[in-house]
C-alpha cells in the first residue's frame, strides 16, 4: 500500500466558471488557471501521482503548454488514470477536502463523487469528499480563493 497527499490553491475571480469536481457550480466568481482550475481534481491528481511517486501535475501538464488551456480537469484525471494503470496501481481509497467560505459544496458533492470515481474506475463508496469554510479567515475567508487537500492510498494490482 502507498500513501499519497495532495494540495491545491486557485485565486477566485469575476469572469470565470466555477468548476469542482468536474460540476460547474452557479456562482458570480470562478477559479483562474490554465486548465478549467478544478482546485478539488488538481489536489486529487497530485494526491494519486504522489503515491505512485510519479511527481505532480504541473510536470505532466505543464501550464506552458496551450494544449491545456482551458482543459477540463476530468481530462486529465482520466490520463493519470491511464498512468497508475500502467504501472500496476489501483485506488483504495480517496479522501479530499474543499476549503471554502462559499458557495455552500454539499448540494454538489454526490455530482463530484461520481464524476471522479468514473474517471478512476473505482467504487464510490471509497472516495469521500467533504468541505469546509476556514470562518471567514485567510484567503479562503475572504473568498479571495479556494484550496482543496487529498490524501489516497494505492494497492497494487497483482
Ligand atoms: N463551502 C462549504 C463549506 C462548508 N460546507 C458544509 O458546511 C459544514 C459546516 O462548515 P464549517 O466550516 O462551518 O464547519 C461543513 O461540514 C460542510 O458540510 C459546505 O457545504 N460548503
Ligand atoms: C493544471 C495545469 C495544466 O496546465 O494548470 P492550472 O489550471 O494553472 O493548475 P495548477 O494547479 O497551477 O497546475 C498546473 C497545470 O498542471
Not at 511527481?55 to 488551456?69: C, K, R, S
Request: glycine share 10%; net charge negative.
Amino acid at each position: 500500500m502507498r500513501v499519497g497527499m495532495g494540495y491545491d490553491v486557485h485565486r477566485l475571480t469575476e469572469d470565470r466558471d466555477l468548476i469542482l469536481g468536474g460540476v460547474k457550480i452557479p456562482w458570480e466568481k470562478g477559479l483562474l488557471g490554465h486548465s478549467d482550475a478544478d482546485v478539488l481534481i488538481h489536489a486529487i491528481m497530485d494526491a494519486l501521482l504522489g503515491a505512485a511517486a510519479l511527481g505532480d501535475i504541473g510536470q505532466h501538464f505543464p501550464d506552458t503548454d496551450p494544449a491545456y488551456e482551458g482543459i477540463s480537469s476530468v481530462k486529465l484525471l482520466e490520463h493519470v488514470a491511464a498512468l497508475l494503470d500502467e504501472k500496476g496501481y489501483g485506488v483504495g481509497n480517496i479522501d479530499a477536502v474543499i476549503i471554502a467560505q462559499k458557495p455552500k459544496m454539499a448540494p454538489h458533492i454526490p455530482q463530484m463523487r461520481a464524476n471522479i470515481a468514473r474517471a478512476l474506475h473505482m467504487d464510490e463508496e471509497c472516495l469521500n469528499i467533504k468541505a469546509t469554510t476556514e470562518e471567514k479567515l485567510g484567503f479562503t475567508g475572504r473568498e479571495e480563493g479556494i484550496a482543496s487537500q487529498a490524501v489516497c492510498l494505492l494497492y497494487k494490482k497483482k
